[in-house]
């Protein structure tokens, strides 16, 4: 259990900020949509509702247990608390973290991947950098912003993937740490992209499961090869 002023949840809650601005700086979103959390033990770290990224602070970031549940805020020397509530897809978050190791998540409303979900079931492999989601990446269908029902299912679409399609809404990534889970969600909009490129030309030709399966099987032997001092 992480006290809930410790210093790994200030720093976690620094991060939320710091990514935050680079969500609109990278286009991921706009105004306070899109949000993101970080999972330390029993807490998760997540981003407030309704405040504009620009104007969030460290102290903004509120913090939950896996249950939902918001801790009672500690106050600064000033003796202000955070009055923030977390953010509405607090739920999803949630469910992610119970349903994958996730240990953070990111939920963008990027443009590319909107485009795709209104149109498609499926985001294909057009690249073989895919495989760092799990392979071609599902759309989940359209279910209301906040509710169970869009939790259950994201956590379906996103069976052996990291990344998941919300139709008519955005996607969302987890990771083993903020920054390998933000990362993924720039790589889906990347990919998006490239699709959307490739269908410019024509039907664009998409990896077989069995080339994804050895770009799978050699990245796993460059990793291996990396833990055993660059000879695999
Ligand atoms: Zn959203």
């Known amino acids: 259990m992480y006290a809930t002023d410790s210093d790994e949840l200030q720093a976690a809650r620094a991060q939320l900020v710091t990514y935050s601005a680079r969500l609109l700086d990278d286009g991921l979103a706009v105004g306070s949509a899109g949000n993101m959390s970080v999972r330390l033990g029993d807490v998760v770290a997540i981003t407030p509702s309704g405040i504009g990224y620009a104007d969030m602070r460290p102290a903004d970031v509120c913090l939950v247990t ?25 739920p999803m978050h949630l469910a992610i973290y119970a349903a994958t190791g996730a240990k953070a998540v990111v939920h963008t409303h990027s443009p590319e991947v909107i485009a795709l979900s209104a149109s498609r079931d499926e985001l294909p492999a057009i690249h073989y950098q895919i495989t760092g989601l799990g392979g071609p990446v599902r759309v989940a269908p359209y279910v209301r912003f906040g509710s ?52 410019s030309y024509g039907e664009p030709a998409i990896l077989s499961a069995e080339a994804l399966a050895e770009v799978a099987a050699e990245a796993r032997r460059r990793r291996y090869g990396e833990r055993r001092g660059g000879r695999p």
């Open 66 to 90: 896996p249950a939902g549940t918001q801790f009672a805020e500690l106050t600064d020397e000033a003796g202000r608390g955070n009055a923030e509530t977390p953010s509405t897809e607090t």
């Open 148 to 199: 169970a029902g869009l939790a259950a299912a994201a956590v379906e679409a996103l069976d052996g993937r990291s990344a998941v399609i919300l139709r008519n809404h955005g996607a969302v990534t987890y990771g083993r740490d903020l920054a390998q889970a933000y990362d993924r969600a720039l790589l889906l909009e990347w990919l998006a992209r490239t699709y959307r490129l490739a269908l």
